[in-house]
């Protein structure tokens, strides 16, 4: 099975920041890559598919990238409606499953 | 607009079954290009992927759960269901119905509210 590791665990950072978190596989996984933002008590909520697309409504200031086994969201100036937990997650499309990574919480410095 | 309502007991006792079901409304079940899954996250950490199923009753299941897992999918109903056999505390969690569109790399466009699971006696 793929595992997913995130790192940080816990990210602090002011309004303005760069912030970037990594995601790594494994082992080497395909494009499928994507990120999520979850706020306390609220469903999960797509950022980045396919490792640097934007979900349709999500602001620029986000954005994905890596290959192989080495991914990242970067948020290149933190905003208040930023402060939330993050989450990658793979999917392998040859015998589908999908793996999520332990999370990433933003919080305010 | 698409929306997923999760229902079923919020408590279970331990050694029992889980059963929950996930109601669709605003598209059809049997649309192809998307699977149909569960999710679920205990309180205070992180998500873990249960299992998900084809409109033709094709599933799949985490590898960790599997032995305990069934998901089932009601086309008639526009319905897909979840059961996890003989629960502890540690399957108390939010279970979240959800879409999964393939051709964006499985990911979750549309998730149910969740609906909180406690397993205790």
């Known amino acids: 099975d793929i595992q997913m590791t995130q790192s940080p665990s816990t990210l602090s950072a002011s309004v303005g920041d760069r912030v970037t978190i990594t995601c790594r596989a494994s082992q080497s996984i395909s494009s499928w890559l994507a990120w999520y933002q979850q706020k306390p008590g609220r469903a999960p909520k797509l950022l980045i598919y396919?490792?640097?697309s934007l979900e349709s409504g999500v602001p620029s200031r986000f954005s994905g990238g890596g290959s192989g086994t080495e991914f990242t969201l970067t948020i290149s100036s933190l905003q208040p409606d930023d402060f939330a937990t993050y989450y990658c997650q793979q999917y392998n499309s040859f015998s589908p499953s999908w793996t999520f990574g332990q999370g990433t919480k933003v919080e305010i410095k | 607009q698409l929306q997923l309502l999760e229902s079923g007991p919020g408590l279970v006792k331990p050694s029992e079954t889980l059963s929950l079901t996930c109601t669709v409304a605003g598209d059809s079940i049997s649309t192809g290009g998307y699977y149909w899954g569960w999710i679920r996250q205990p309180p205070g950490k992180g998500l873990e992927w249960i299992g998900s199923?084809?409109?033709?009753?094709?599933?799949y299941y985490n590898p960790s759960l599997k032995s305990r897992v069934t998901i089932s999918v009601d086309t008639s109903k526009n319905q897909f269901s979840l059961k996890l056999s003989s629960v502890t505390a540690a399957d108390t969690a939010v279970y979240f119905c959800?879409?999964?569109?393939?051709?964006?790399?499985?990911?979750?466009?549309?998730w149910g509210q969740g609906t909180l699971v406690t397993v205790s006696s």
């Open positions: 959800a879409r999964l569109t393939i051709a964006f790399g499985g990911v979750v466009e549309n």
């Open positions: 199923i084809y409109y033709n009753g094709n599933t």
């Open positions: 396919k490792v640097s």
